[in-house]
């Protein structure tokens, strides 16, 4: 039986996503293919699949990607599909041969593209809005005008820098955690 | 031998991938050898082998071998220079093993 789950995550939210299919794979619920937030999932043997997560640094058809996806699955991992820059793959837990999990140097380089990604939009959004707020001030008012710049550009910025500060965080986390293991 | 040797210190996974290619092997052969040789304690990732197979070509001390029968599967074997790392952290890992036995005073299991 289909079924199909609506979910929001977001970009710094990756591993909390990785952590979701495994734990509706863990379940019985096994995803079979991803859209525009849109996860579509076919009831199977509980824990039978483990899934991963993994953000390109090109999208899929580039030939860069074909050959990275063709490497994987050629080490016996399955390839769920994608959306956008992300590819989802997925492996038989009872294939010990491998994992699928990136190591701690992996997942230190995605969050520092994390990091990259919403600091520009950050920066972006700050260059839209100093100017009107440096000039409402001078002004002693906030011209009506501004107004609905202010606000779609302040809660992009607030939205994209608390998911810079979460990506930060744990960037900092996994650094420590180097410095000791591999 | 130059007296001055750059202190290399290799990752786990390099170290059994380096292994493991004193035969020509592919992605999956790669990761079964070092399963066998680890005896199952080192399970590694395809990323992390995609990674290191294309940095370890970079620094030529594997190299790809043309494709042959099964044009889709390429094969990777160790280079000279690669045997040379090997020694060099061979030894270096005595030097980690005997001083660790010395301190603790015998073999710590």
Known sequence: ?182 | MTQERENIVLTEAVYYILLSLYEPLHGYGIMQKIQELSKGRVVLAAGTLYGALSTLVEREWIRALPNGKNSRRKEYVITAKGKEVVKNEIERLHELLANGQLITGGRAK
């Open chain 1, 1 to 182: 039986m289909k079924h199909v789950v609506y979910r929001l995550f977001f970009v710094w939210d990756f591993e909390r996503e990785q952590r979701w299919l495994n734990e509706m794979a863990a379940k019985g619920m096994m995803l079979t293919d991803v859209g525009w937030f849109r996860y579509v999932f076919q009831e199977g043997t509980p824990g039978e699949y483990e899934y991963q997560l993994e953000w390109l640094p090109n999208y899929p058809t580039h030939p860069e990607s074909i050959a990275y996806i063709q490497f994987v699955e050629e080490t016996g991992a399955e390839y769920v599909g994608s959306f956008k820059k992300w590819v989802y793959f997925r492996k038989k837990a009872s294939d010990k041969q491998f994992t699928l999990a990136s190591n701690l140097d992996v997942r230190i380089s995605h969050f520092k593209r994390v990091i990259r990604l919403t600091g520009i939009i950050s920066a972006a959004m700050l260059s839209i809005l100093a100017p009107m707020v440096k000039s409402s001030l001078s002004l002693g008012y906030i011209p009506e005008s501004y107004l609905p710049n202010m606000i779609v550009s302040g809660s992009i910025l607030a939205f994209v820098s608390y998911g810079l500060y979460k990506a930060i965080s744990a960037y900092r986390m996994l650094k420590r955690k180097r410095l000791i293991q591999e």
